[in-house]
């Protein structure tokens, strides 16, 4: 049987409490020291829905910026989803090695920002589109190399943030 929490635990905490750094055991941290669920549930859709515009809006300037011909490569689409996957690699870091940030940040940016700006409806409609124009064989090389891309981006991203860390910390 578990013991009823205070859903203003929270609210209790001190301000030296909340802005220590998170200290990660592979655990989740006791309930009691968690906002509830049901509290963040609408700020984070609010945050997500603020941030995926914020992204959409960034991928949109990108593709007015360096346009794609029709069946030509998308290099536009490839690059905004290698350079999101490596912001997404060091924000991870960031907010999970350095910094114990507000529960809505990973919303915003993570799911919001990077979630709007990253696109995989628009590559598979690129890829839809070259096959349709007869072009299998970029759409094939499109296909494997933005999934290289993406995860290269990430693993990178995420070493060398990790890498200037430590270099910070020594």
Known sequence: MTEPTDPDAEATATAAERAAPARHSGRPAPRSSRTPLRRLIPPAVAVVALGGAI???????AALLWPTAPGAFP?????????????????????????????LV?????????????????YAVDIQRLVADGR????????????????????????????????RQA
């Open 55 to 61: 992204g959409a809006s960034a991928r949109y300037g």
């Open 75 to 103: 290099w536009t689409t490839l690059t905004v989803n290698a350079v999101g996957c490596a912001v997404i690699g060091v924000f991870m870091v960031v907010i999970t090695d350095l910094w114990a940030a507000h529960p």
């Open 106 to 122: 990973r919303p915003f940016f993570g799911t919001g920002v990077l979630g709007g700006f990253t696109t995989f409806s628009t």
């Open 136 to 167: 299998a064989g970029p759409a094939m090389a499109y296909l494997g190399l933005t999934l290289l891309a993406a995860f290269a981006a990430v693993w990178s991203a995420v070493w060398a943030t990790r890498r200037v860390l430590a270099w």
